[in-house]
């Protein structure tokens, strides 16, 4: 649930904006635009944008989507990598 609200808001506000993307700190973020980016003419004539994120997410290995989810709810302290 957090990972689907998460890329759906990122996809909402960022729309087709690359850099966006590009800058965020998630991995997840980055793929996504990838993703997006290859099918750009489909999700953007589709009328729900839900439809692309439920379609990269159910694109996801499971231990893919537990890294991500993982990713976004607890980021990285400042200084560690």
């Keep these: 649930k957090h990972l689907f609200t ?3 808001k990122i996809y909402l506000e960022y729309g087709d904006e ?3 993307y ?3 700190p998630f ?3 980055r793929h996504f ?3 997006f980016s290859r099918r750009k003419n489909l999700y953007t004539s589709e009328t729900h944008p839900e439809r692309c994120v439920v379609d990269f997410v159910a694109g996801m ?3 893919y989507a537990l890294e ?3 990713e976004i709810l607890f ?7």
């Design 33 to 35: 635009w990838q993703f």
């Design 22 to 24: 590009n800058s965020s």
């Design 18 to 20: 690359e850099g966006a």
């Design 61 to 63: 290995t499971d231990s």
């Design 6 to 8: 998460h890329l759906l």
């Design 75 to 81: 980021p990285q302290p400042l200084g560690f990598h």
């Design 68 to 70: 991500s989810a993982r």
């Design 27 to 29: 991995k997840v973020d």
